[in-house]
């Protein structure tokens, strides 16, 4: 229908009125009664809920004489709060329906919030103005401008894919180091995802993201969040009591995009990956026991004095900096020279091991599981099938030869 053609062309607002003709709806329920699944009315009502639309108009537009009055004319949008003010006004000339006069709400979020937030005003005409292209040639060697170059759709994406798995740590055989022991003496809790938290997660959920491998919409999970959230909440707590995810979450939408340098070469590009909302929502519950291990680890002094970040509160980065600069410069004042030597992790996200031995048992209780349950799910790709020009655009839903790339197990 044209209807789904209009929304998969990845428009932020989408507005479709006209003469449906189609009387016997009732719009208060969205059903017509008595009719088959193959009647046009029920194909409409389907068409509409697959793409997310809604429909604004809840009186009679049309009527003559003294036949029954109908709701013909329909307002159709993909954002409940687009359209306001919806005045119901007399027919022009001879017509025998009824003029619709509204308020067509576009960007209204950034208009207020333009003053308090102004990134906001700046996001959206980055977005407008930003010229979106594909992946281009790539060097056959990842890291080597001297080497030919492919065009080919289809090997592309394996060089993408053999340089993203080459930055992932390979775990050494053997024995893996035993770190000293420290005393605890408070033993940590083992905690489980309540239900009530996966429901706020799912209520909060922006209906406006797209879905993952699984085509299960955010915004059907937010309508029925009251009924999901006692099954998910089984499912989470079971994912992490076997240390595992279920592997339809381990499927993931791979867009490779461009950081810095030169555009042909692989190692320029990272991984980003759309996958499950409902993964997502596991991934959200991370925070909880994030919160869990700090208060242990504060509670049992387990946090060295040269700990800054995000890890405690009181003691960031800026505080850091400043006892630094206090120390060099009392250095200064004394005559000594001051020799600095910076270092940072390359590609940190995507080198972690997550194969490791615990010997305090306060703490295999829910650090180990949990940190063996998000590196099941966190681990880097493993192969793509194909490539699209048009990968990073929505029309990925609707073409089935879009690449996808598994995660290893």
């Known amino acids: 229908m044209l209807t789904t053609e209009a929304c998969s062309k990845g428009y932020s607002h989408i507005l479709i009125m006209g003469d449906y003709n189609f009387p016997e709806i009732n719009w208060d329920s969205w059903n017509s009664p008595g009719d088959s699944r193959e009647s046009n ?240 929502i596991m991934d959200m519950m991370e925070k909880i026991f994030h919160e869990f291990i700090i208060e242990h680890m504060k509670t049992n002094n387990l946090f060295s004095k040269k700990q800054y970040g995000f890890f405690i509160a009181g003691r960031s980065t800026g505080l850091h900096l400043l006892e630094v600069i206090d120390k060099w410069t009392e250095a200064l004042d004394q005559g000594f020279d001051v020799d600095c030597i910076y270092t940072d992790f390359m590609k940190a996200f995507d080198k972690p091991l997550y194969d490791f031995k615990m010997t305090n048992s306060a703490a295999k209780t829910l650090l180990k599981n949990y940190i063996r349950h998000v590196g099941s799910h966190n681990k880097i790709v493993e192969e793509a099938e194909m490539w699209k020009e048009h990968h990073r655009t929505k029309e990925f839903e609707k073409d089935k030869n879009i690449p996808f790339f598994r995660i290893k197990e």
């Open 41 to 280: 009315k029920y194909k409409f009502l389907e068409n509409l809920q697959e793409n997310f639309l809604f429909q604004h108009v809840t009186r009679p537009t049309r009527w003559r004489g003294t036949n029954t009055p109908h709701t013909l004319d329909l307002i159709l949008t993909n954002e409940e709060q687009m359209i306001s003010n919806l005045e119901y006004q007399s027919p022009l000339g001879k017509s025998d329906h009824c003029t619709m006069k509204f308020d067509f709400n576009c960007y209204t979020n950034i208009k207020k919030k333009a003053k308090e937030n102004p990134k906001a005003i700046w996001s959206y005409i980055k977005s407008k103005t930003k010229t979106k292209e594909g992946i281009g040639d790539l060097h056959i060697d990842p890291e080597d401008t001297k080497t030919d170059k492919t065009e080919d759709n289809s090997t592309k994406p394996k060089i993408l894919v053999d340089y993203f798995s080459s930055v992932f740590t390979n775990e050494p055989d053997g024995e893996v180091p035993t770190p000293n022991q420290v005393p605890v003496i408070n033993e940590i809790l083992k905690q489980k995802i309540k239900e009530e938290v996966v429901l706020k997660h799912l209520s909060a959920l922006k209906i406006d993201k797209s879905p993952g491998m699984d085509k299960i919409h955010p915004r059907l999970l937010k309508e029925i969040a009251e009924s999901i959230a006692k099954p998910l909440c089984i499912i989470f707590n079971q994912s992490l009591e076997n240390k595992t995810v279920p592997n339809d979450w381990k499927n993931a939408m791979i867009s490779a995009i461009f950081q810095k340098g030169n555009k042909s070469l692989a190692k320029n590009y990272r991984p980003v990956s759309l996958t499950s909302v409902v993964c997502k």
